[in-house]
């Protein structure tokens, strides 16, 4: 991708379409970002955050609706579209699971379906997730593991998924995925938990919060650098042939580690009581219980993870994380502490 390419960035106001937005920009490329409703500057925050709000363009876009995706990929004629758009909360997607498969799955082949159509070579990168494995099936999740997903938010990535490969094989579409496990940033929407977790301690610290109020602390993920993924995403599309990759770290983490490295981050020493329902975390200075445990933020359905499978990534893409997880606790608590002094 040498040549000025115009790129079209659903879900542009999201973590992953900001930093692929700047990305794109200093590369030389016309950025275009399709949004549902106006570009205020609440939500075009995380643009203004990365200096680059100005040298986006906007075009309305609604998952929802065939004829505005049709519209904004008509007029913008994109080279490349980046799909982030969709319910991207695995816990909200309990509650609104027909908004989730309508905008996420539906949604998601109106666009291949558009880039299949037009016969121009229109490429498209479709944001997949680890949540389409579900229950564990093997010891590491790869491309051609077992998918079996147990969430709304799980089985509309999987439908996008499939699509995705069926365009490729029956239109010849050029439709990448790109599996993502957890990845995180001081942009992540502040209903992820790992925000929650370095935005409340931060609080904590200053005074303004009494405690953590958490669900399961057991729970393990594998959490990224949302810029890392930025860089493979990039790499995927630079391919001649479409492909699907898993993008991860390789490395599972606790809730409750996370928990612990945020805290040390702002200096506070925790010291972990109890069990189940009644485990805390004390700070060892004060005495004071600082984290808790509360039922109401458990999970229907938590399936455990085991580790990613990222050597396609690297072997084909030549990718590897930069970032290492204590790198993205610190910059998230940075992040959140300066914004709750400001």
């Excluded at 993502?180 to 301690?201: C, D, Q, W, Y």
């Amino acid at each position: 991708m040498a040549k000025s390419q115009t790129i079209l960035i659903t879900g542009i106001l999201g973590q992953d379409g900001s930093y692929l937005a700047k990305h794109a920009l200093q590369l030389g490329h016309r950025v275009i970002g399709g949004i549902r409703g106006a570009a205020d500057d609440e939500r075009t925050w995380r643009l203004r955050h990365l200096g680059i709000a100005a040298d986006v363009e906007f075009v309305p876009f609604d998952l929802l609706s065939p004829e505005m995706i049709d519209r904004a990929i008509t007029q913008s004629r994109p080279d490349i579209i980046f799909n982030f758009a969709a319910q991207s909360s695995v816990g909200e997607s309990f509650t609104h699971p027909v908004a989730t498969a309508e905008a996420g799955g539906i949604g998601a082949v109106r666009i291949f379906e558009h880039a299949r159509a037009c016969g121009n070579g229109i490429r498209v990168f479709q944001a997949s997730s680890s949540e389409i494995f579900g229950d564990i099936s093997d010891t590491h999740h790869s491309e051609d593991s077992f998918f079996n997903p147990k969430t709304p938010y799980g089985a509309t990535k999987l439908f996008a998924h499939i699509m995705a490969e069926a365009y490729r094989a029956s239109y010849g579409t050029h439709v990448s995925t790109g599996i993502l496990f957890n990845h995180e940033s001081p942009l992540r929407g502040a209903n992820f938990v790992t925000r929650k977790i370095t935005k409340s301690l931060a609080q904590v610290k200053l005074g303004r919060l009494e405690r953590l109020t958490l669900g399961n602390l057991d729970a393990r993920r594998d959490w990224s650098h949302a810029k890392d993924f930025v860089q493979a995403i990039w790499k995927i599309m630079a391919l001649d042939k479409p492909d699907n990759f898993v993008l991860a770290s390789g490395k599972l983490t606790s809730v409750r580690d996370f928990v612990g490295m945020a805290a040390a981050a702002l200096d506070i020493r925790l010291d972990w009581q109890g069990e189940g329902l009644n485990e805390t975390g004390v700070d060892r200075r004060t005495g004071k219980v600082v984290v808790s445990v509360d039922p109401q933020f458990y999970r229907p359905y938590d399936p455990a993870q085991p580790a990613a499978d990222i050597r396609k990534a690297q072997r084909l893409l030549d990718w590897n994380p930069s970032y290492s997880l204590a790198d993205l606790v610190g910059e998230m608590v940075d992040f959140d502490l300066k914004a709750e002094t400001q």
